[in-house]
């Protein structure tokens, strides 16, 4: 879900998840059947979250599912967090620069897609939120994106006639309230795990895997260039960084929103390599169609200024080969399996 860039929100959207959070639960019991479990992809780092007090079974992935494509947590009853999360797009919003919420009202910032979630230590360009089940609350009650409050989804979610079963199902009881709401949501996104492009098969040594020369001259390229930021597997290191983008007219000041520290300004979350394919266009605006336009600004449209991440100060310089075979490698981080996995698509 997309996060939208109003002076004085993000603060108060913060406190207020902070106080739904640690608000008790009268019962937070899940039904034992049916667990699905979290596998940690072989070789990857242990996760940030891992489902603690929130064990993932059938029906609370499944309630999970059904709130996601729901957009009765709209305040119009037409945007769903899968309305900017689409699966064919790994989860990002297929095609549009910037978000597109409520009465079609424009945000400023692009749709960050939405999978190996459970690795992130903070969520947003920004990082305005630090936890996974905190996370939903920011575009649910953002006024350019769904602008509806908790008690109002509350009471939909109440008057329908599957609901309270499904939240029986996956909590014990019936009772409908915003920490088995988030909970929910944990238990479907945390399961988004993208861990199987041709990258994955290579490194885990499965047969038909390997890499072609120009692949594997391309993750040379990679090691020596970008690995600084996009640490492998996830190919980020969650940092916030200056990346050099121009200003434009929006000034959106990035992580330095959240911090109010000059220091910060124009910093912006490092996004993961891993299904570029599926996730144009690109940056935290939306302002590259296509990956060439990614490259040329490396190599040559770096912005200097007084936050810029040192590692660019004098661009990425490549040559044209390395940059054909860095783009070969980069398209073996594209996982077909996931962006079709019916697990995450939409039930009618």
């Excluded at 996931?338 to 039930?347: A, I, L, M, T, Y």
Aim: proline share 6%; hydrophobic share 35%; aromatic share 12%.
């Amino acid at each position: 879900m997309k996060r939208i860039v109003f002076a004085g929100i993000a603060i108060g959207f913060s406190i207020l998840v902070t106080m739904q959070a640690c608000k008790p639960d009268p019962n937070l019991d899940v039904v034992a059947d049916a667990p699905l479990g979290f596998t940690i992809p072989e070789g990857w780092p242990k996760p940030f979250y891992n489902f603690e007090n929130n064990a993932v079974t059938e029906p609370g992935f499944e309630l999970g599912r059904k709130l996601f494509y729901d957009p009765r947590l709209s305040r119009t009853n037409e945007v769903s967090c899968g309305s900017c999360h689409q699966p064919s797009a790994a989860f990002a919003q297929l095609d549009h620069p910037i978000s597109h919420g409520v009465e079609d009202k424009l945000g400023t910032r692009n749709s960050p897609s939405i999978f190996n979630m459970n690795w992130h230590t903070s969520f947003f360009w920004d990082g305005g939120v630090n936890h996974l089940e905190s996370q939903p609350i920011n575009p649910i009650q953002n006024p350019v994106e769904m602008d509806e409050t908790l008690d109002n989804i509350i009471a939909k979610l109440k008057a329908d006639a599957n609901y309270p079963k499904m939240f029986k199902a996956a909590f014990g009881d019936e009772t409908i309230n915003s920490q088995r709401i988030f909970k929910a949501f944990a238990q479907f996104m945390g399961m988004m795990v993208s861990s199987n492009a041709k990258y994955d098969k290579y490194k885990r040594g499965e047969a038909g895997a390997n890499l072609t020369p120009e692949e594997q001259s391309g993750y040379t390229v990679f090691k020596n260039n970008c690995a600084t930021c996009h640490i492998e597997p996830l190919f980020t290191d969650f940092s916030f960084r200056n990346n050099g983008i121009a200003i434009t007219s929006v000034n959106d000041s990035g992580r330095a929103h959240i911090t109010l520290d000059a220091a910060d300004m124009y910093k912006f979350k490092v996004p993961s390599l891993r299904n570029l394919r599926y996730t144009w266009p690109y940056m935290h605006d939306g302002r590259y169609n296509n990956l060439d336009d990614v490259m040329n600004h490396y190599t040559k449209g770096i912005t200097q200024s007084a936050t810029l991440d040192p590692a660019l100060k004098n661009g990425v310089q490549l040559t044209d080969k390395e940059r054909s075979d860095l783009l070969a490698f980069l398209n073996t981080l594209n996982d077909e399996e996931f962006v079709r996995d019916p697990r995450f698509q939409e039930v009618n």
